[in-house]
């Protein structure tokens, strides 16, 4: 039997491999285009009895698509798994943009999907928090530079639904 701290090695490297080969891949023509956009909507199919089926576009959405109007920017990886607990919602996810693009990316994306920006201030060096609002909703985001990496972003997204 595997002890937990080998499989925590294992795979943190696991981990730490595809990040430094997607790292790779970014470097090419792209690397100088560091422009946030929503992430590319992934293809489901759909038909009805009979018919050919049609792709639909699904956008890429936070905690693994559980919040349809908290948009992601485009390549943003998720880290971990998205955990519930109560009320309370939690997903992780590194982006190869800097801290304040990736901030302006999601003042702009939830003002356009009418959340309201409560509060958003420094949480430290290479940090910022961001607080949001809509019905029985509140979201925080926590924007943090990646180790001495000025041009990627740690994004953290808690949601917390009242009922």
């Known amino acids: 039997?595997?002890?937990?701290?080998?499989?925590?090695?294992f795979f943190f490297s696991l981990l730490l491999t595809l990040l430094i080969v997607l790292v790779g891949c970014a470097t090419g023509s792209?690397?100088?285009?560091?422009?946030?956009?929503?992430t590319a909507p992934a293809k489901t199919g759909t038909a009805g009895p009979g018919s050919t089926p049609l792709a639909t576009a699904t956008p890429a959405t936070a905690c693994d698509g559980q919040f349809s109007d908290v948009l992601l920017p485009?390549?943003?990886?998720?880290?971990?798994?998205?955990?519930?607990?109560?009320?309370?919602?939690d997903c992780s996810y590194r982006v190869a943009l800097d801290l304040q693009t990736t901030a302006n990316f999601f003042k702009n994306q939830m003002g356009a999907?009418?959340?309201?920006?409560i509060?958003?201030?420094?949480?430290?060096?290479?940090s910022v928090g961001q607080e949001y609002f809509k019905a029985q909703s509140f979201?925080?985001?926590i924007l943090t530079q990646h180790g001495s990496d000025t041009?990627?972003?740690d994004i953290h997204i808690t949601v917390e639904v009242s009922q």
């Open 113 to 117: 999907a009418t959340w309201t920006l």
């Open 30 to 38: 792209q690397a100088n285009s560091r422009t946030p956009t929503v």
């Open 74 to 89: 485009a390549n943003a990886m998720q880290v971990g798994k998205t955990t519930t607990k109560g009320a309370t919602t």
């Open 119 to 126: 509060k958003e201030e420094p949480q430290g060096p290479g």
């Open 151 to 153: 041009q990627t972003t």
């Open 139 to 141: 979201v925080t985001i």
């Open 1 to 9: 039997m595997v002890s937990r701290s080998a499989r925590c090695f």
